[in-house]
């Protein structure tokens, strides 16, 4: 990939974190090729504004599997930064759901990219997956429908996908809670083992995800991020030194 664009295909890019990925891979044109699947190009249109005509969209939905392995075909990355919309919902109805599309969006596409021998997929999952008694993971469970229950189960089959290919890698960025503030101002908190907490920028954590394609961190990892005020510059430099998972 050295000395050639990367395309990276981004899945959520019309808010929150995935929109933030989106406009600091395109921030560095003559590194990133940005292809963005959407269910809704009109959305997308005006969540990009101006920077809309540099995207390359792809009409797809995480929920739709055959949408996804024709997405996937000759990226270098994929970035999915995807959340579901709904939270308790009655079963059948709708497939907007932390079910729906934390879970099996995440294993088809997962399973997708797996199967185009991607190099390398970033995932964006959250703090406290394994924590199910974390008063903040009891309080999301039980208001968006188990989300972190579904997002552990992405996760393990995002690695599961994975694991069955030989020169592919994954990279699981577990967020503490998401503010909208400026980010690089603070320093960032990289730690495993799913036993922190703290708040961290949307910014910083587009930040991180694009380190992850870059390959300035350990493959095959998991690992938790959040902002400290101990520092005042990001040092993701403790990314290359994570543990691999054990799979």
């Given at each position: 990939m050295e000395g050639r664009v990367c395309k990276v295909l981004v899945v959520g890019c019309t808010q929150g974190v995935g929109l933030e990925v989106t406009k600091a891979l395109l921030g560095v044109p003559e590194k990133y090729e940005v292809h963005a699947l959407v269910r809704?190009?009109?959305k997308a249109l005006k969540a990009l504004g101006d920077e809309a005509p540099k995207v390359n969209f792809i009409d797809g939905d995480i929920t739709k599997e055959e949408t996804l392995q024709p997405a996937c075909q000759g990226m270098d990355a994929v970035v999915c930064t995807v959340g579901a919309t709904a939270g308790w919902r009655i079963p059948g109805l709708s497939e907007d759901t932390p079910k729906h599309v934390d879970f099996l969006g995440v294993k088809k596409l997962s399973e997708a990219a797996a199967?185009?021998?991607v190099p390398k997929f970033?995932?964006?999952?959250s703090l406290g997956v394994t924590r199910p008694w974390f008063i903040v993971s009891i309080l999301l469970n039980i208001l968006v429908g188990r989300v972190l229950v579904w997002k552990l189960k992405g996760e393990d089959a995002l690695r599961e996908a994975y694991k069955k290919h030989e020169h592919i890698n994954y990279y699981i960025v577990r967020p503490g809670g998401l503010t909208?503030?400026?980010g690089g101002k603070h320093g960032i908190i990289v730690d495993q083992g799913d036993k922190?907490?703290?708040m961290i920028t949307r910014s910083d954590v587009a930040h991180v995800v694009t380190a992850c394609i870059n390959g300035a961190c350990t493959?095959?990892?998991?690992?938790?991020?959040?902002?400290?005020k101990q520092e005042e510059v990001p040092d993701l430099s403790s990314l290359t030194k994570l543990v691999p998972d054990k799979i």
């Open positions: 809704n190009r009109e199967s185009a021998k970033v995932l964006v999952s909208r503030k400026e922190g907490n703290g493959p095959n990892s998991t690992f938790e991020i959040w902002n400290t």
